[in-house]
Every structure is written in C-alpha cells, then in structure tokens.
C-alpha cells in the first residue's frame, strides 16, 4: 500500500544553509501520509467525526541530504503494520535520480480527543486500509534522559502551534530543539540521524523548558533533548546526531 507523491523544496522550507528545515520534514511526512489516507476511513476528517486522532509516538530518522530549495523530490510513505494499540508506517524521500535522501520509521496510536487517553486499534479500520496485522514489532533504539542538561530555555505553547489534535504539534517539538543550540554551531553542522519519543502531549498555554546537552566525541556529535514541565516531568526526549559541513 506504498503511497509517493512529487513535491518541489520551498525557499520557506529551508533554513539559511538551503536545507529543508526538520519541521518542514515532518509536516511533509504528515502531509503525504494524510493525503494516502484522504477519503478513507483512517483520514483526520474521518477519526475526528468518532472524536479521535493520530498521535504519533516515536521517530527514528536517517539524513543522507537534505534537500535543497527548488529540488524536486518524491515524498513516499507505506503503513507496514499495526497491533493492539500501536500503528507503523515508514516514509522515504528520494531526489529526481531515485536516490533515498531520508528515511523514517514511526510509530503511531489511536488518541480520544476527549478522554485525551490512546484508544486500542481499529481492526476493521486497518482492513479496509489494507495495513496487516504484525506478530513482530519494528524495534526502534532506546532514548535515555542525560542526568543533567546544561542549557534549559523556557516557552510558552501558543495558539498557532496547536495541531487539530489540540495540543503542540510534533514539527514544532524541533523548532524548540534547534533554539536551544549556537548559531555557529548551527551554520557549520547539519543533522544525520533524529531519535525521538513523546511521552506527554504538551497542552495550550503551558510554558516547558527546552533543556539540551551537546557531546562532541572523536567518533560523533550528539545533542540530547529533553522537553520538560515545570515539574521536570518530560515531555519529550530526543537525541540528534551531528556531522561537520
């Protein structure tokens, strides 16, 4: 059930170094995954009449290029599975030539937008979809909390950041990720591989921190991330893996 799509990189989309900016990448991810889904049982319009969403729960993210503004590439995504509570689907771009620039697993629940509590999947749901059911689950690496984050910046979620499942959007997650690092760093580096798990939805009008660690090794570059409450519950854990320009 592969579903691709053309799309042709936006200045808007990119950042001064002419990379697709991380947020743009996933709101492209959920863009060619809902339009898979448009007019089916599985599409936003559809859940939110039954007063659900998809939430997603966890990336794992593999960078060969970014891509460039006015490059034309192919945004691909193909749900391979689900079980009780847990959906996958994978997404690939690739440039005119058919190389693979990105790569993506992700892992996905059924949300009731009321309780705001995950619902167990919808197996009839799935059928008509043509997602199958699997008896192994993709295995996705283990994020860890750092014991300490040297940097912690504070934000407030605004009304503008809010998705149709009401609460922070996952794209903005990274623009919190981002802030928190040196623009020179910035400049001279570029993203390889993004790790990410939300535990906690992050609600209108509530002010976490962005706290971030940056290891710089012989072998590689990783900052660590966390979004946490003022309570120092975490919201979010991230890892990011770096190379030099």
């Known amino acids: 059930m592969k579903y691709s799509e ?31 889904l448009d007019n089916g049982a599985g599409s936003t319009e559809e859940l939110n009449k039954r007063g659900l969403g998809w939430v997603v729960t966890q990336y794992h993210i593999d960078i060969k290029r970014w891509p460039k503004p006015n490059e034309n590439i192919t945004l691909s995504t193909d749900p391979v599975g689900y079980n009780r509570f847990l959906e996958y ?3 690939s771009f690739s440039d005119q030539e058919g190389n693979e620039l990105i790569t993506a697993q992700s892992e996905w629940v059924l949300f009731d937008l009321a309780k705001r509590k995950l619902v167990s999947t919808d197996k009839e749901m799935m059928a008509k979809i043509g997602v199958p059911l699997l008896k192994k689950l993709p295995r996705f690496p283990r994020i860890r909390l750092q014991e300490d984050y040297p940097i912690k910046r504070q934000y407030r979620v605004r009304y503008d950041d809010l998705d149709t499942n009401h609460h922070l959007t996952n794209g903005h997650y990274f623009n919190w990720f981002i802030d928190t690092l040196d623009r020179d760093f910035l400049k001279n580096h570029v993203v390889s591989a993004i790790d990410i798990k939300f535990n906690l939805e992050v609600r209108y009008g509530q002010k976490p921190f962005a706290c971030v660690k940056l290891v710089e090794t012989d072998d590689e ?14 919201k979010a854990v991230c890892e990011l893996t770096w190379r030099k320009l």
């Open 221 to 234: 570059i990783k900052s660590y991330h966390t979004i946490a409450d003022e309570d120092k519950k975490d």
């Open 6 to 36: 053309q799309h042709q990189v936006n200045f808007y989309e990119c950042d001064e170094n002419q990379h697709l900016k991380i947020p743009a990448m996933i709101d492209l991810m959920m863009s060619v995954s809902e339009h898979q």
């Open 89 to 91: 689907r994978d997404y």
